[in-house]
Structures are given as C-alpha cells and as structure tokens.
C-alpha cells in the first residue's frame, strides 16, 4: 500500500506538496530526476513546478492520472484518427449489429457517423478509468440480459473492428495501450508521488498495485485542514462518500453574495478580486466571458490557464469557412469571411482590396438580389454599358472586381489560402502556424489519406479538419498583471491568501454527470467509475477544506439567481449544508430577493429632439394606416407621415413582408384565372386549384429570384408551397358553397371621381378579394392573411380595455360569451366593408357583407377562412358604427396635426424609436416646441 501523509497546514496546497518534495530531496528520500508527480490537473502541476522553481529545483516530471498511464510512442492514434476508425467500422458492421446499436436511426451521414465515433470514444475513455476494455467488460447486473446484454455484444464486436482498422493503418488505441501498461508497467521513474488527486481512477489504483510489486515507493498525499479522522478518507485519499456528502460545511451567511444576474455576480466577483489578494475560480464555466469582459472594463487582462480554443482565431475560421464555402459558394458565408482582414489580403495579394471595400460590395449584391450563390450572384451582376450612371459604374465595378477575386481563388484549399493570408514564415502569429500544422499533420495520416480517397468527399475532409481544430486550445503563459480565471479543480493550489468563488450553482458545484446513452450514473459504482454521488462528496470536501484553510473574511461564495441567457439558476445543494437551526436562515438568505446593479445610462446633455420642419397636410388615408396611429399617434407620424424609415439592411431572406406578397401574387392570379372562368370556377376540384397555385407560386418566385434563389429563400418557397397547398384544400370548399370569386386586388383611390371620405380625409386602399355567393347574392370581403400562427379578426382589431388611449376608440362587445371592455386596435375589416357599401349600395343596403380572413398559417391544419363575427349586428349591436365612429376620430385627429401623445412599443421586435426615448419619459427626450406642435397646436 501507498504511504500516505496527511496535510493539515491551513497553508496552499502548491507549498505544501513542494515543500514534501523539498523535504524529501533534503532527507535523500527524494530524486526529482527519478520522481513521477500525479496532480489532479494541469494547474495544480503548474503552481507546484512555480513553487519548485521559486527554491531553485528543477521539476520532476508530472501528469494527471490517466495521461501518466500513456506510453511514450509515435504510433498512437489521434481523436481524429479514432473517429476515422469507428467510422470505419460502423459502415463496415452487420445489419444486426447497428441494429442493436441504434435501434431505429443507424448513422448514415458525414456528420452522424463522426458524432456516433465521439461517443463511442468517450465510452472507451470512460472504461479506460475502470481498467476495463469494450470487448471485456463484465456488465454489471442491471445491464445483464435482453437488449443490453445484445448492445454490448454489438459494442464488443464492433470494437475488434475498430481495432483492426487502425492495425491496418499501423496506429495504435491509447486506451488498449493504457490497459497493457496497468498489467505490464514501463517506467523510467523511481518515485511515484500521488499529490492530492481526490478521485484518483480505479485503473490507477491496479497501475500502482503493480508498481509495488516491483518495488517501487508510492507516497499518496491527502489535503486536510479540516483535521478530519483519516477513517474519512479511503486508502487512496478520496473522500469517503456517506461521511462527506452528510457532514455540514462550515459556512457563513455572510460570506455568500446572491446576485441578481450573471453580469452583476461577474462584476462584482471581479472588483473583488482586483481590489485585494484573492484568487479567482470559476466554478461555472459559462461565467467566464462575462468575467472577462468586466476584467477588461477595469483595465485588467484575462488569462485562461487551459487557453483560448483554436476554433476562435482568425486562421481557424478563415481555414474552415473557405473549406465550406468551396463546397457550397454560399455568400453569406463569404461575407462571413470578408470581416476578417487576413482573407481579404489572401484574395489579391499585390493589390489587396480592403474589407471595408469588400463588404460594401457584398453588402449592395445581398440587397439587390438576395442571391445566395457565388454563381447565381456573378450572373447577375454583369458589366454596365459605358452609358450607366458613374456611381453605378463604380458600384459594379467592385461588385466583379470582388466576384472575380474570390472565383480564381476556389482553386486553391485551404491550406493555401492561410499561406496567402499570413505570407510571412517569421511573422505569421502562432494561431496560423497551428492551424497549418494540423492541417499539414491530417494530409500525412495514413488514416485520414485512405478515408479521404474511399470517400472522395470534401465535406468528409472538410469535417475532419473542424473537428481536429475544435479539439485544440492555444496556450501561451500568462502576462504581467493579468487575472487568471481558474477552475474549481485548481482552488486548493493556489497562493493567494483571498478566494472569489463565483458560479456556486446546481449542476456545476457539485458537477453532475449527464446521462450517458451506455453507462447511466446508476451502474457506474458497480464498475469502479465516476459517478454523481461521488463527485458530490468530492466537492463537499474541497468546499469544507478551502473554508478550513482561509479565515472566513477572505472567502467570498457567490452565484446568479439567472444566468445570461436569462434563464433560472438554482444555487448549489452545498450552499444549504448547515445545521437543522441555522436552515431556515440559510434558505432565506439563499432565496432573497435582489436588484440588478446595472442601470441605464442618464443623458449627459440637454439635447431634445426637435421636428426638423413643419408637418406636412396629411389628406387621405388607407384602412391599414389606421392601425398604426391607434398602436401610437408619435410614431404614426415619424413613419407615415414624415417618412422616416430605418435604414436598408442586406436581405438574406424575404421578411414578412416580401413573403406575404409573394403568396399574394400568386394568389391573385389565380383570382384573376378564376374570374375568367366565370361560373365554371365552381367545379375546380382541390387537385386543379392546388397544382394551379402551385404552379402561379414558382412563376412569381422565378421571376423574382431567378432559378437559384438563396438556401433560405428556397425554405421560405417551401413553406409558402404547404400553406398553398391548405388553400387548395379550404378553396375547393368555398367554390363548392357557391361562393363566386368576384374581384380581386380592387383599389380604392383618392383620386376616383367617387371618392369615400372618413372624417376629413379620404380613404384609399387595396381589397385582396370579393366574393358574391351563386345563390343568395350576398357580398363576402376577404383579406388574405400570412401569419405565422393563427390569428382570427378579433384578436388584430380588438385589445383590451387598459392599453385605450383614445376615448373614440372604446367599445363593450362579446368577444366569446363573455361582454367586456374593448379597445379598437385595427379598423381594416370594418373600413373594407365600408369601402364594399361604397361600391355596391344595392347589395349591401339588403344584407350586410360579410368581412373575414382568409389565414394561411405555418399550420397548414388552421388554414381557414375565419369571419369577423364580433362585427355582426345580431351579436353585437352597435359595433359597426363604433368603429366607423373610431375611424372618423382617427381622420379628425390626423388631419388636426395631432399626433401625441408617445404609446408603449407592444411589438416584439427593437423598437426602432427607443433612442429618442432612453431612460426618460417623452417629455424629457423631445424639445416643448415640437411637442407642442406634435399636440396640433402650431401648423
């Protein structure tokens, strides 16, 4: 057995194992040469070797536990190379055999097959720690039996397979070589030193087991200072479960911060640790950008000790982007590539065009077309005749300088495109040379040449070659005056006499293990692996051991009650380990309510905004404008009647907008074919009416996006092509009801010989359709309608009581069975049944016209024409005239100038007016002048 020794010193960590070290050199124990050091992580090794080198000694050679069980050889195969291989072999094996892997999905795709061989990496990584292999594992009882005990048979065999393709390749699996050095042990140390690793692997435990039996010393070190009985530790120093995970953590209520949100727990965790000597430790990952980017607002630098992920910098994704680009010529993408300047520079080397060039280039061609291919985009952007405007000359000309550029550069991979962008062997930046050797390192691999040439795929490649970055983090040593944000792992190491413990939350303190799909947590004890109960009674001892070690003034515990996406947090179950008295004080404290610290900045000048000029006569109105100055009569006018707009954005796809004109337009046709046909339209069957709209549908789309429309574009036809397929279906109904497409798209104009006046101004507008039914005579307005969930004519025209601002605009109706206070919101349909009495009055002096939607939904289920049934005079009396009477108000406000006061935005977007509105009310973001003017009263 290990000799153990048992820290207790209320000293860090570090000091205390170097000081073991020193102390064993001293004594002639000890010869660093010759010692072998196991820490818990790549920090704690790190703050020792500081410690070490701070006396004057060299360090001795160190790892983690299972990266010391890995011999030292060149034939071992990488994370990429491994997937290689279980891809492989999955495409190799039996039917039965995925079968009982995957029950009903196998992998079929690039994607599916890398992301089936991660797993089952992670699996062998995983049975690595137990000292087991796939095809040996014993299974423990409850996995013994039916379909379990056929999985694992599958996993055994599909793992020999694994293993002869690599042999085919003359690669070797660590983890079977992990295993061959636990039984057969090669070691070039003398000495092994285990410093303090609390869950030391079960595979460990039969590595040293064989290192004693060659008589090689082993010294275990156990961390302490909670002078706890050695009985509360196992033989190899891990924290006995049932003691730990029962025994209160000595915690002081003052010592815990409840923040309101992650960006005040991150500000206030890095204040803390700026203003003293303290260290600070994320126990929450997911804090750590937040925390950065406080540290830099205080003038301070990060410092990650694991480094920054190779995914992140510029070569990477100038790497991978043009790989997928090549493949897919998508120009978002390309766009994505032009904000970085060392693409830019790949592009024309001699004459490198600026990315701010390039992306007003690209910018104008998303906006002109909304293509989505490299060569869909050079097809429409030819040259100009010498006869064009100079500034569309110059607009063009940059468009194909742009276009030419990156079409003669598909010709080259990727690889040389970096070369291109970082042309300088000397003064290419580390990331880029990193980038290169992976890239240089998979085109060697004897597994990644065969697979790319059995494939003959790029985006096999392509995969490949993200997957091997992702894999990969930058280091570099950390600066002067820089705050390193350690992990939990690393608390106990560290030297200084402060703590700030940020992110104490459930899930991540203790870490819970996710569900894995082979080995649930509920049969990992049995196997001798990892599991939630003892991660729980590993963090209840590292928590209890650093109160223990540091006076309670120098321990700051925190967590956020939501995280930065907004979403809850629950605080760690360790923050409530204290005696049955103190508990409720505890979850009161734990469950405080909390204000956020941040606030919205105060206005530092006395700047109002002002009306520019005079407000322009408004003289007539459309029934849809209406809507508009009900929602808010302040920004009726900035968009309707002062015109402002926000400024154009590049189109990736139809807004909703464009997309609801789309179906209009083919919707119209059909209307117009309908009508031609006269009575006949009421014998089309759903077939006809469907392959009739469809086929109006891909005319329209031609004609607007030509024959390659973006990729969104193209979902976006695709699910207009569902919605008119429901109409087909809803359609063929009406016609065999008898109802007659009388007319559609019928304007209303201002200047008809006849007009139709509102109050003062006169009304203009477009009607989707008119039908008259075959039989009765009755007239039926109907306005088509795209929404992405159903919305019935009640819920646009009618809100509640509380948002009224405009007493005209109040209403008591049944909505439903229930009569309530209403508000009008939206008076389209009551104006278009107006408009219909305007021109039909004999019609409609007989029976009242009926007024609905026609919805076409993402839902193609509640596609449906829906009546305004709470504007029938038999349910509710009186409401036609109150709307009529809310329009002429309206009218008579407008044509008065009266356009205030400001309503709240309702809409779920950014409203585009709020920075006139910041952190004041409108009063004090607007000049009195305007204001004044605004309320009618100077024209």
């Not at 808010?632 to 590049?650: D, G, I, Q």
């Not at 019928?746 to 101004?761: E, F, I, T, W, Y």
Request: proline share 8%; net charge negative.
């Amino acid at each position: 057995m290990p000799e153990s020794h048992f820290f207790t010193a209320p000293e860090s960590l570090s000091q205390q194992v170097a000081d073991f070290l020193l102390g064993g050199v001293d004594a002639g124990r000890l010869d660093l040469a010759h010692t072998l050091l196991i820490t818990p992580t790549a920090g704690a090794t790190r703050q020792v070797n500081r410690r070490l080198k701070a006396a004057g000694h060299k360090a001795p050679a160190s790892a983690q536990p299972m990266q010391a069980l890995l011999p030292g050889r060149d034939d071992i195969a990488s994370p990429v190379e491994r997937c290689l291989a279980w891809s492989a072999a999955l495409e190799n094996a039996g039917e039965s055999v995925r079968q009982a892997l995957f029950w009903k999905k196998t992998p079929q795709t690039t994607a599916e097959l890398l992301k089936a061989a991660r797993n089952f990496n992670k699996l062998g990584d995983l049975l690595a720690e137990g000292g087991y292999a796939l095809d040996t594992l014993r299974l423990p009882a409850p996995l013994e039996g039916g379909f379990e005990q056929e999985r694992w048979a599958a996993i055994a065999s599909l793992y020999r397979d694994y293993l002869g393709q690599l042999e085919t390749w003359k690669l070797q699996d660590p983890n079977a070589l992990r295993l061959q050095q636990i039984q057969l042990p090669e070691t070039s140390f003398h000495h092994l030193v285990i410093a303090c690793v609390p869950d030391l692997p079960k595979a460990f435990e039969t590595f040293v087991n064989q290192l004693e039996s060659r008589s090689i010393p082993v010294d275990l070190l156990v961390w302490n200072p909670t002078k706890a009985d050695e009985r509360d530790f196992d033989r190899w120093g891990r924290p006995v479960e049932k003691t730990w995970n029962e025994r209160a953590i000595a915690i002081q209520d003052q010592q815990i911060h409840v923040a309101a949100s992650a960006r005040d727990e991150a500000r206030r965790s890095a204040r803390q640790t700026i203003a003293g000597t303290a260290s600070l430790v994320v126990a929450d990952p997911k804090q750590q950008a937040l925390l950065a980017s406080e540290l830099r607002a205080l003038g301070r630098q990060p410092y990650l000790p694991e480094g920054k992920p190779l995914i992140r910098c510029e070569a990477a994704k100038i790497a991978l982007e043009w790989t997928e680009f090549v493949q897919s010529k998508d120009l978002r993408r390309l766009r994505r590539l032009l904000e970085l300047p060392a693409f830019c520079r790949a592009l024309d080397p001699e004459n490198p065009i600026t990315p701010a060039d390039a992306l007003r280039a690209m910018d104008h061609l998303l906006g002109e077309t909304i293509a989505g291919h490299l060569d869909a985009a050079w097809a429409a952007s030819p040259a100009l005749p010498e006869h064009a405007p100079p500034r569309d000359q110059k607009i063009r000309a940059g468009v194909r300088r742009l276009l030419g550029t990156v079409r003669a550069l598909l010709a080259h991979p990727a690889l040389e495109v970096l070369e291109r962008a970082y042309p300088g062997e000397d003064e290419r930046p580390e990331s880029a040379k990193r980038v290169l050797q992976i890239g240089r390192e998979l085109e060697s691999s004897p597994a990644v040449r065969q697979t790319s040439k059995e494939k003959r795929q790029d985006a096999w490649s392509a995969q490949i070659f993200a997957m091997a970055i992702r894999a990969e983090s930058l280091q570099s040593p950390a600066e002067a005056d820089t705050v390193t944000l350690n992990g939990w792992l690393e608390a106990p190491w560290l030297g200084e006499s402060g703590l700030v413990l940020c992110g104490l939350i459930e899930g991540r303190l203790p870490q819970s293990l996710d569900g894995d799909p082979f080995l649930p947590d509920s049969v990992r004890p049995e196997l001798g692996l990892n599991h939630n109960t003892q991660r729980l009674a590993r963090d209840a001892y590292l928590l209890s051991s650093l109160l223990a070690s540091k006076q309670p003034e120098e321990v700051h515990l925190s967590f956020s009650k939501y995280n930065s996406d907004g979403d809850p947090n629950r605080p760690s179950r360790l923050l409530f380990r204290t005696g049955a008295e103190q508990l409720p004080k505890r979850t009161l404290h734990l469950t405080q309510p909390t204000a956020a610290t941040t606030a919205r900045p105060k206005r530092r000048t006395e700047w109002r905004w002002q009306l520019p000029e005079a407000l322009p006569a408004v003289k007539k109105i459309s029934p849809t404008q209406f809507e508009s100055y009900l929602a808010c009569p302040f920004r009726f006018c900035m968009e309707k009647v002062l015109r402002y707009e926000r400024a154009p954005e590049s189109a990736r796809e139809m807004d909703a907008a464009v997309f609801g004109n789309l179906i209009h337009r083919a919707l119209e046709n059909f209307g117009l074919e309908a009508i031609r046909a006269g009575q006949r339209m009421l014998s089309f069957t759903e077939q006809e009416i469907r392959e009739r709209v469809q086929q109006l549908l891909q005319e329209a789309a031609l004609e607007q996006f030509g024959p390659q429309p973006a990729p969104a574009v193209q979902v976006q036809l695709a699910n207009a092509a569902t919605r008119l397929n429901a109409f087909a279906r809803v359609q063929a109904s009406c016609f065999a009801e008898g109802w007659l497409i009388l007319d559609v798209e019928r304007r209303l104009s201002a200047d008809d010989d006849n007009p139709l006046q509102v109050g003062p101004l006169k009304l203009s507008g477009m009607i989707d359709r008119i039908e008259q039914h075959a039989e009765t005579g009755a007239l039926r307005i109907m306005d088509y309608k795209t929404f992405s969930s159903l919305k019935k004519p009640a819920q646009t025209h009618l809100g509640p009581a509380s948002h009224n601002w405009l007493p005209a605009a109040q209403v008591e109706l049944t909505v439903g069975r229930r009569h309530s206070p209403k508000t009008w919101t939206n008076l389209q349909l009551p104006l278009y049944r107006k408009i219909l009495e305007h021109w039909y009055p004999e019609a409609t002096q007989s029976a009242p016209p009926e007024t609905a939607y026609f919805v076409l939904p993402s839902d193609p289920n509640e596609t449906g024409i829906y009546p305004f049934e709470e504007l029938s005079e038999n349910l509710n009396p009186g409401a036609y005239t109150s709307a009529l009477d809310c329009a002429e108000a309206v009218s008579q406000a407008i044509a008065e100038g009266i356009f205030w006061p400001p309503q709240p935005f309702r809409n779920n977007w950014d409203d585009p007016l709020a920075p006139l509105f910041v952190n004041g009310t409108p009063e004090d973001s607007i000049h009195p002048d305007t204001i004044v003017q605004l309320k009618g009263g100077v024209r």
